[in-house]
Each structure stands twice: as structure tokens, then as C-alpha cells.
């Protein structure tokens, strides 16, 4: 198949293109660079020294043989180019991870605000729109997120997308299946539930084939392909912004900092390793949707576990100490969360889960790169609100230093 | 009051500002004047000869001694002068007119529903943003519409924007309030679906006080306002873009074209007196949700009809006589709907219906400025998909000429 993938050279995408260019397809890696620029923009790198795309391309042929080819392109800003790029390239299939994913990004100041909003609905939009235009029946691959579903649950194991309710009309009680009614806690997560409409309104209206992967926290940062070449690795985010909480535990515990765990630490979130995220992408390819149907929805998640639980399992593994710091999130304290993944499970899919020795994987490369930690950026520095902004102590120039007590 | 009127210079904007600033409040309008501009790019023009919006503003000035402010402002593509203009005026209310409202236009061309989604969500979302930046606490009023519920009623009345259901869970059926499901029929109805999200993330994570008004298709042109001086009038449109099935069946009745209906003219659609609607919005200003509370959606509509009835009545009004052409929209060709509106009755909305003598109000302004109409504006021309599309017929220029048998 000829795939492309947009935001290809970030932290799911570039171990996707790996995976799917050993598969054997032709992989075509759309990507603007805009996470790179954050990273210039907050002063911070990935653990993992990363090479330029074109230079892990190069290198990826070197090993292999295969060749990923590079597209620097805007998806969100210049719709034509998206078009003429779609009709040139005819893909089969286009897997959409070009997205800005970081919830406390999203929250950082109305500017980053907007940027988020109107970089990830351009982008989704002039994607579909582009799709009905060149008239491309690709099969359109995009990653959602679980936070869409909200963290307050019904008391009901959260289903894959579509929600069985009964409604009540002068007839009697009416069985009906919705999208799961969303609850977005944040700029960032609102955004993908401003795409799930985008996808059901082209799904139904054009006839476009869509399959959306509500996609857990994803951990670790090998996969097979990365571990084969220095140069192959695959990017790391610690700080504040882009570094989700597993992650940032190991890398916490790796350079001696205490596991920070905001509020009481009784927030449960759904994860994955990164190996199963790649592996879940290839199962969704071999599944597309026929026209006409409705939009597929799978739960891209192994395991959950509560934060608190996490950071112990890190310390007792590290003997990192834990630090419990104000909640800078508008979310209740505790909550409890049954994800279904029974799609995936039934084509296949064999979890990795935290117990497999990966753990120590992660700490280990976090150790062979504690050199580059920039300690000040560990901690989570954006407010959800401006009174929970507040709370958040500032150096001069405005930088966080540390959540206050 | 001092209330800010975006896109102040439309069609239902214009005699809201009329009426708010009659009833004594301070009243600013901004707007863009896109509007204007798309009559340009579609080469039509208000039946009504519509003034300069200065010039309106100092006629009304000169026929009440009251003043209107204009602000000619961008709230999509200039978030920082958005933000500034709020900061430096302070108004109590904001009421939101300021989108791109036709659903043919939206659907016309990749490049008509790329500008509808980035113009709407872009309005709406730098509006919200800039709200919380500057923290000003005004009431936000938003034109919704009756499309967000979809036309594929479930068989029970529409409820007025939230819906009750019941949940399986293991501990038993489970009552809950969810945002009713939207099923949006094309991009610009779309971009209202997208905008109760953000409405209702803004209004939870910020305490921003939302009302949402989900209006239905209003008709007529007169308000007690307007009708004071032949320079107030209100714009009038009657081409298969911008003009709503009402009106446009009341001017072809007035030049002798013969009634479009598309396919059975089964479609029932809801519908509400231009007057009614500025009375709704000052009926609306008067409930002001507290900061905390949840988005307060009222539907803004007072009768239901099926497009067929409401040609038969007015060919019987008129002579007219009814043409069946085929439908361009994607949807069921019969649907029932029957919508609750108690919350507006209760607040004493006394409604104007279509028995009562305005139709001929409407048809004696269409007959007085029908030298102005052209002709060959008046069919519906985009086709909601690429086949649909094509069975529209066009002259060599691209112009649909009328639409195909
Ligand atoms: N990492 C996670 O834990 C996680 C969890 C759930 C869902 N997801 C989703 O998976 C997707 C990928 O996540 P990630 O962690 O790899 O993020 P990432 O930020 O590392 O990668 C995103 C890539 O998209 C590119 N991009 C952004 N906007 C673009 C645009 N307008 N045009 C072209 N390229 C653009 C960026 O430059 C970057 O390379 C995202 O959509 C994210 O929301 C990630
Ligand atoms: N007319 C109807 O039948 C009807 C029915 C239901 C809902 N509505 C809603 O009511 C609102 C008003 O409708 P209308 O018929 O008066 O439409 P309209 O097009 O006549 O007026 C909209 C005004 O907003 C302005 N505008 C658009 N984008 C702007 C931007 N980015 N910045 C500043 N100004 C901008 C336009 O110039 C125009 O003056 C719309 O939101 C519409 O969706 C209308």
C-alpha cells in the first residue's frame, strides 16, 4: 500500500512509518515540523538525541534498504498545497497524527489556545475536505484521544465510540445508539471531540472511509525498528508541556527528582505501550470501513491504573520518593475507568503491559541521558484556569519554577 | 446595557440593534461586513436597497437622536485586535451573530466549506478565548440553529438542546442529561455542532455565562424598527444561496417564477417571524445563566411546516404555481418534526404566525423592488455532493443556470 502519514516525524508517527515501511508498504511522512519548533519555542529537547527527519530517513535506508519519503507541508495553513499534494500522491491509506497533543500546551495562554484550536481543526478539515475534492477513497486513519469520553463516567465501562441509550417518545422507550456524549477537560482534548463531528458529518455526507483510534496514554519509547540504529530513536518528552505522566515518573526517577503526583494522585487514565500503539495502526489498516459506513471507532488503550498507584510502582522499582503537588487541572480528584478494547483484542492484539521488564527499559535510557535533563522543566507548569494559574510560582522572566504548596 | 452586536450588520443582526438600542441600551456593532462582500463575489444583491452600515447608523441617529457605534473588526483572523476591542469596551452582553449562515454556500466548493469552518469556529473560539483573557464577565448570546438536532427526529419531540436518556449499567438503568446528539446536514450546520463544544468546555472549565439560541428559519423583513424610515430597511435575500425557503417562495410568488421545491417537498422544517426573533434575543438577554452554571440552550423557533404546505399556501396566496425540481441536500425526503419551545412561552413570547397578514406584508416589498431582482439567482444551485453536483446544469461560465430535471 502506499500510506501516508501526516505528522510522521513525531513520537507515534515516526516509529509508525518504521513499522509500516518493514511491512513493506511505501510510506510517504507528511509532516510541517511545527513540534520541533515547540520545542525551540519552551527551550526544550527530546531525552533522546533526535536527528533531523532527513537525516533518520537516510539512516533508515542505510539499514534497511526501504525508503521513507519526506514531505515538508503544512496541513492546517495552505489548503491548496494539501490538495495538489493528495491528487500528486494518490495514497491508499492516510493515518492522521499531525495534531498539537499536549493538553497543558493547549492551556498555556490564550495564544497557544487558539494555535491548538485552529491548527488541529484546519488541519482535520482541509484533510477531508481535500479527500471529497481530489475524490481519493484513502482510508483515513486518524488518532483520537480516550480523554474525549471525559473522566466522569457513567458507572458503565466506557464503550468504542457509540453509546447504546434509550430515549423516551410518546410510543414508549426507544432504543438508540449515539457517539458517546464528550467532555472534554481540556483546549487540546476538545479539539479531538471538534474532529469526531468532522468525521461523522464526511463520513455520512461524502462517503469517506474513517476509522478513529481513541488512543490512551502512550509509554515507553523503543519498538523494534528504533532499537536498530542509534540514529533510529525515537523522540522523548519529559518537561511539563509534552511528557505524559508515566514517562515523566521514569525519567523522574531516573535523575533522582521525587515522582511529582498532582492532587491526591487518584486520577485513572488508560495507556499503552508504544510497540502496541504501532502494532494497533497496522490491525487498524486491515480493517477499513466500506463506503457509506459510519465512522469505526476503537479504543487504542492496554491497561489503566490510577497515578498514585503508577508513581509507586516507579518508586518501589527506583526508590524515587513521591511529591504530592497542587492539582493545575479542572478535574474531579478521583474517578474510576473501565475502557472496552474488545476490537482490538479480537484482531489479535496481545498486550504489553507495565509488569514486562519495559519498565526498566525506560529508566534505563532515561539513565544513558540524564546529562540532558533540563531539571527545571520537569514540572507541570500550566494552569487550567487563571486562578488555578495563579497558583503556580514564577521567576522573573515569567518561567515556572516549581508548583506551589 | 452596554451590548456589543456582532455581525450586527446581518439580516437578523441589524433589527436587533435597532430594537436593543429603542429599548435604551448602549449598543456597538461589529462587524466585517463579509456578508457584503459574498454578494459581491456571488454577483446578487438585497431585494431591499441596503445602505452602507454608517450610513444606516446615522439615519437612525437622525430618526431617534439615539446612537449606534460601528467597529469594523475581524473576530476569525485577528485575535488580538478581537481582544482588545473586548478590554477596551467592556460591554455586559455579547450577542453573536457573526458567521457564515448559509448552508448552500458552505457546500458550493472546497473552498466555501474550508472558509465557512475556519471563519465559524474561528469567530467563536478567539470570542471565548479572548472572554476568558480579559475576564470580562458578559453574558455571551449565540445564534445557533435548529439543523444541529438533524432533521431524523427519533420520533419525540426536540427537546430544548439537552436530551434525557437512560444508561445500562451494572448497577442498573442509569437516568442522564446529555447534549442532544447532533447530526448537523451540511458545513455550516456543521460548524454549529462545533460550536455547542466549545460553548460547552468554555462554560465549564471558565464559568463563562453562554446562552445558545437554536434558532429556526426566520422569514419576513419588517420590524416595528425598520419600518421607520426607508433607510433602516433590513436586507432581503432572495438567491438560492442566502435566501430561506419562506422568503424565497414569497418573491418568486411576486415575480411570477413558479415555487422551487425541491424533491417531494416532504421536509418540515421550523420557522420564526423576523420580529419574533429580535423580541427572543431581548427576552433572552433578560435570563442570564450565573457564572458555573451549564450552557442555557433555548430552541428559537414557533411553527413547524412542510415545505410543500408552505408553497401551496402561498401559490394559493398568490397564483402562483409550484415546480418540483430535484434536491441538491443529501437527506430523507420526508421527516416529521415537532419541537418544544416552552422556555421562550413561558417568558411571554406571544408568537406572530404565518396566518397573519405579514406574507402579504413580505410580497408587497418583493413586488415594490422586483425590478431589481435577477432572475437567474433565484434557483438553488450547490450540490451538497459531487454527484448531486453534477446534476445541477451550468452555463459555460459555471454558473448553474436551473436546476436539472
Ligand atoms: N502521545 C500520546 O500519549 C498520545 C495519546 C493519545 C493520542 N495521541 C495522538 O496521537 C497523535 C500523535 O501523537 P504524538 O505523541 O506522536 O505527537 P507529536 O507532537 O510527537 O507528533 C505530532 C506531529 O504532527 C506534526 N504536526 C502538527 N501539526 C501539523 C500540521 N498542521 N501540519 C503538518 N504536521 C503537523 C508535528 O510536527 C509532529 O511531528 C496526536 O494526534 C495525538 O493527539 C497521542
Ligand atoms: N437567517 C436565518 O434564517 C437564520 C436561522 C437560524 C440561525 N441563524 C443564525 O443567526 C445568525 C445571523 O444570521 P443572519 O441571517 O443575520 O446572517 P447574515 O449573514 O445576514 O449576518 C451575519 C453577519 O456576520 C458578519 N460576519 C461573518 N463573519 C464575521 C467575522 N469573522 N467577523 C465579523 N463579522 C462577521 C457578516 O458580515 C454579516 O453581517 C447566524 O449565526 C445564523 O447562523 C440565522
Same mark, same amino acid.
Given at each position: 500500500?502506499?500510506?501516508?502519514?501526516?505528522?510522521?516525524?513525531?513520537?507515534?508517527?515516526?516509529?509508525?512509518?518504521?513499522?509500516?515501511?518493514?511491512?513493506?508498504?511505501?510510506?510517504?511522512?507528511?509532516?510541517?515540523?511545527?513540534?520541533?519548533?515547540?520545542?525551540?519555542?519552551?527551550?526544550?529537547?527530546?531525552?533522546?538525541?533526535?536527528?533531523?527527519?532527513?537525516?533518520?530517513?537516510?539512516?533508515?535506508?542505510?539499514?534497511?534498504?526501504?525508503?521513507?519519503?519526506?514531505?515538508?507541508?503544512?496541513?492546517?495553513?495552505?489548503?491548496?498545497?494539501?490538495?495538489?499534494?493528495?491528487?500528486?500522491?494518490?495514497?491508499?491509506?492516510?493515518?492522521?497524527?499531525?495534531?498539537?497533543?499536549?493538553?497543558?500546551?493547549?492551556?498555556?495562554?490564550?495564544?497557544?489556545?487558539?494555535?491548538?484550536?485552529?491548527?488541529?481543526?484546519?488541519?482535520?478539515?482541509?484533510?477531508?475536505?481535500? =479527500?471529497?475534492?481530489?475524490? @481519493?477513497? &484513502?482510508?483515513?486513519? /486518524?488518532?483520537? *484521544?480516550?480523554?474525549?469520553? $471525559?473522566?466522569?463516567?457513567?458507572?458503565?465501562?466506557?464503550?468504542?465510540?457509540?453509546?447504546?441509550?434509550?430515549?423516551?417518545?410518546?410510543?414508549?422507550?426507544?432504543?438508540?445508539?449515539?457517539?458517546?456524549?464528550?467532555?472534554?477537560?481540556?483546549?487540546?482534548?476538545?479539539?479531538?471531540?471538534?474532529?469526531?463531528?468532522?468525521?461523522?458529518?464526511?463520513?455520512?455526507?461524502?462517503?469517506?472511509?474513517?476509522?478513529?483510534?481513541?488512543?490512551?496514554?502512550?509509554?515507553?519509547?523503543?519498538?523494534?525498528?528504533?532499537?536498530?540504529?542509534?540514529?533510529?530513536?525515537?523522540?522523548?518528552?519529559?518537561?511539563?508541556?509534552?511528557?505524559?505522566? =508515566?514517562?515523566?515518573?521514569? @525519567?523522574? &526517577?531516573?535523575?533522582? /527528582?521525587?515522582? *511529582?503526583?498532582?492532587?491526591? $494522585?487518584?486520577?485513572?487514565?488508560?495507556?499503552?505501550?508504544?510497540?502496541?500503539?504501532?502494532?494497533?495502526?497496522?490491525?487498524?489498516?486491515?480493517?477499513?470501513?466500506?463506503?457509506?459506513?459510519?465512522?469505526?471507532?476503537?479504543?487504542?488503550?492496554?491497561?489503566?491504573?490510577?497515578?498514585?498507584?503508577?508513581?509507586?510502582?516507579?518508586?518501589?522499582?527506583?526508590?524515587?520518593?513521591?511529591?504530592?503537588?497542587?492539582?493545575?487541572?479542572?478535574?474531579?480528584?478521583?474517578?474510576?475507568?473501565?475502557?472496552?478494547?474488545?476490537?482490538?483484542?479480537?484482531?489479535?492484539?496481545?498486550?504489553?503491559?507495565?509488569?514486562?521488564?519495559?519498565?526498566?527499559?525506560?529508566?534505563?535510557?532515561?539513565?544513558?541521558?540524564?546529562?540532558?535533563?533540563?531539571?527545571?522543566?520537569?514540572?507541570?507548569?500550566?494552569?487550567?484556569?487563571?486562578?488555578?494559574?495563579?497558583?503556580?510560582?514564577?521567576?522573573?522572566?515569567?518561567?515556572?519554577?516549581?508548583?506551589?504548596?
Amino acid at each position: 500500500m502506499r500510506i501516508a502519514v501526516l505528522g510522521g516525524d513525531g513520537f507515534v508517527g515516526w516509529p509508525t512509518c518504521l513499522h509500516l515501511s518493514e511491512l513493506g508498504h511505501e510510506v510517504h511522512i507528511v509532516d510541517n515540523l511545527s513540534r520541533r519548533w515547540i520545542d525551540t519555542e519552551l527551550g526544550v529537547q527530546s531525552l533522546t538525541p533526535m536527528d533531523s527527519i532527513q537525516e533518520r530517513c537516510r539512516i533508515w535506508h542505510e539499514v534497511t534498504g526501504r525508503r521513507l519519503h519526506f514531505h515538508l507541508l503544512d496541513l492546517a495553513e495552505d489548503y491548496e498545497r494539501v490538495k495538489h499534494w493528495l491528487a500528486e500522491h494518490k495514497p491508499d491509506a492516510v493515518i492522521h497524527f499531525a495534531e498539537q497533543r499536549a493538553a497543558p500546551y493547549s492551556m498555556k495562554s490564550d495564544r497557544h489556545k487558539t494555535y491548538t484550536v485552529d491548527n488541529n481543526v484546519r488541519a482535520t478539515h482541509n484533510l477531508l475536505a481535500a =479527500l471529497v475534492e481530489t475524490g @481519493i477513497d &484513502a482510508h483515513l486513519i /486518524h488518532l483520537g *484521544t480516550m480523554g474525549v469520553y $471525559g473522566y466522569s463516567s457513567v458507572g458503565a465501562p466506557i464503550p468504542e465510540g457509540y453509546l447504546d441509550v434509550e430515549i423516551d417518545t410518546p410510543s414508549g422507550k426507544k432504543a438508540q445508539e449515539i457517539l458517546y456524549p464528550t467532555r472534554p477537560g481540556s483546549v487540546y482534548h476538545m479539539t479531538k471531540s471538534l474532529d469526531q463531528i468532522l468525521f461523522q458529518f464526511y463520513a455520512q455526507n461524502d462517503g469517506l472511509r474513517i476509522t478513529d483510534l481513541h488512543q490512551g496514554i502512550v509509554w515507553g519509547t523503543h519498538t523494534d525498528q528504533t532499537r536498530r540504529h542509534e540514529q533510529l530513536i525515537n523522540r522523548f518528552d519529559y518537561d511539563g508541556d509534552y511528557g505524559t505522566v =508515566l514517562n515523566r515518573f521514569l @525519567i523522574q &526517577a531516573a535523575i533522582g /527528582h521525587p515522582l *511529582t503526583v498532582h492532587g491526591t $494522585g487518584g486520577q485513572t487514565r488508560a495507556f499503552i505501550h508504544i510497540q502496541d500503539s504501532v502494532r494497533c495502526i497496522e490491525l487498524a489498516l486491515g480493517e477499513a470501513p466500506k463506503q457509506g459506513d459510519r465512522v469505526r471507532i476503537f479504543n487504542q488503550m492496554t491497561e489503566t491504573h490510577r497515578v498514585r498507584d503508577l508513581a509507586e510502582l516507579v518508586a518501589r522499582l527506583s526508590g524515587a520518593k513521591v511529591a504530592n503537588l497542587p492539582n493545575p487541572r479542572k478535574e474531579a480528584a478521583e474517578n474510576d475507568l473501565i475502557v472496552k478494547n474488545d476490537q482490538f483484542r479480537a484482531l489479535g492484539l496481545d498486550p504489553i503491559t507495565l509488569q514486562d521488564g519495559l519498565l526498566e527499559e525506560v529508566v534505563e535510557v532515561a539513565r544513558k541521558y540524564a546529562h540532558r535533563v533540563d531539571r527545571s522543566r520537569v514540572p507541570a507548569v500550566s494552569g487550567w484556569t487563571r486562578e488555578l494559574g495563579a497558583a503556580v510560582e514564577r521567576d522573573p522572566e515569567g518561567r515556572a519554577l516549581r508548583s506551589a504548596s
